[in-house]
């Protein structure tokens, strides 16, 4: 059964609708709620870069949209012109944002299912976009579902369950990732506690994931992310289960910073570290974490906090806004297919080949 999340006050991450896209502004929730028009590609990569629109997966759905918004607006009537259009516009909108690989596949398809349509004008190349656009966003959907359901097991009735950053509906245009095992447990009556990793600097975690949670009724505790190894050293973490932007072939994991010091904690009090996501997300042609691209972001994203400079003025400043989580550290990965287990390079590659984990 596909499961809609309880967002009653929420509008759609994404939508499509009277060939306009609408992205709902995800910078100001939970106190502010605003969904805007993307009416050129410039505005589409501007909401991707600037985090209006994020989360992978919600990222490459909305690459994909965003391609048809710029050939809508850009449409030579001639099919060899259009591709060398199309192709300039993804390369474009590829530069948003480096480390979430679902922003390259969902280009990609959108590149390979304009060169194999058979369609010789601009107009109907145009709709045969659309309409790949639009498939890949009733997948992300459906995909989020079946993540749920292949997840839904770890859940432990009377459990705590850590997660960081937001991995949720907000993050897909479906129920999550990494949320998607928690919304299917709680719709099948289980009674269990969620942490929520406030998740510095930009707080996805206080602002987005304890916010869909509590709409969707669970039972959500928000801490700062310095609090998760206390909480664990106290018993009260079960299971941690994140998101993630881009998983190399050997396992490796690339998730919002802060990742990588709860992977490591769990390893100590030897709690069980989940990663869920689509197949979308795992990059085979990427051979390890090492040769994941990590964005560093603006300095004062961590010198101010909620608009006001905390820092002193001058101060040096890093923010790479991802880590990577060596596979060593990784139980498991929750994909629509199953759930991945060590050793990942070779059982990775087996899910392409037999759809379904070793
Ligand atoms: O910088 P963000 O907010 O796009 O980072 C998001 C994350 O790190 C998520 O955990 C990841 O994209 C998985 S989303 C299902």
Not at 90 to 105: E, I, Q
Not at 111 to 131: F, I, M, S, W
Request: overall charge negative.
């Amino acid at each position: 059964m596909a499961l809609q999340p309880n967002h009653s006050s929420l509008p759609p991450t994404i939508e499509w609708r009277d060939d306009t896209l609408y992205l709902l502004d995800q910078t100001r929730l939970p106190q502010v709620c605003v969904v805007e028009a993307a009416d050129s590609v410039e505005a589409v990569w501007r909401a991707i870069h600037e985090l209006r629109v994020r989360g992978a997966p919600a990222i490459g759905v909305a690459a994909a949209y965003g391609l048809c918004v710029a050939m809508q607006r850009d449409q030579p009537a001639a099919r060899d012109a259009f591709l060398t259009r199309l192709e300039q516009h993804a390369a474009y909108l590829d530069s948003a944002r480096p480390t979430a690989v679902n922003l390259r596949w969902a280009l990609e398809r959108m590149l390979a299912h304009a060169r194999g349509d058979a369609a010789q004008t601009g107009a109907a190349l145009y709709e045969a976009l659309v309409d790949e656009a639009k498939r890949i966003h009733r997948e992300d959907i459906e995909l989020c579902a079946r993540i749920g359901e292949a997840g839904r097991a770890l859940i432990e009735p009377g459990s705590g369950v850590l997660t960081h950053c937001n991995a949720g509906a907000l993050a897909t245009t479906g129920i999550g990732t990494a949320t998607a095992p928690l919304y299917c447990a709680h719709r099948d009556g289980a009674a269990f506690r969620v942490y929520a990793d406030e998740t510095r600097p930009l707080l996805q975690g206080a602002r987005l994931t304890a916010y869909e949670l509590q709409q969707a009724g669970l039972d959500v505790t928000l801490i700062t992310d310095s609090m998760a190894p206390a909480l664990m050293s106290q018993g009260l973490i079960d299971l941690v289960i994140v998101g993630t932007d881009r998983v190399a072939a050997n396992g490796d994991v690339a998730n919002k910073i802060g990742t990588l010091g709860v992977a490591i904690a769990a390893k100590h009090f030897g709690i069980p570290f989940y990663v869920a996501c689509p197949s979308s997300t795992l990059d085979l042609r990427t051979p390890s974490g090492a040769d994941i691209v990590i964005e560093e972001r603006g300095a004062e994203e961590v010198a101010q906090l909620a608009g006001r400079r905390v820092a002193p003025e001058g101060m040096k400043v890093r923010n790479p806004a991802f880590d990577v989580t060596p596979h060593a550290l990784v139980t498991g990965i929750v994909t629509e297919l199953g759930i991945v287990r060590a050793p990942f390079d070779t059982n990775l590659a087996a899910l392409f080949k037999t759809g379904a984990p070793a």
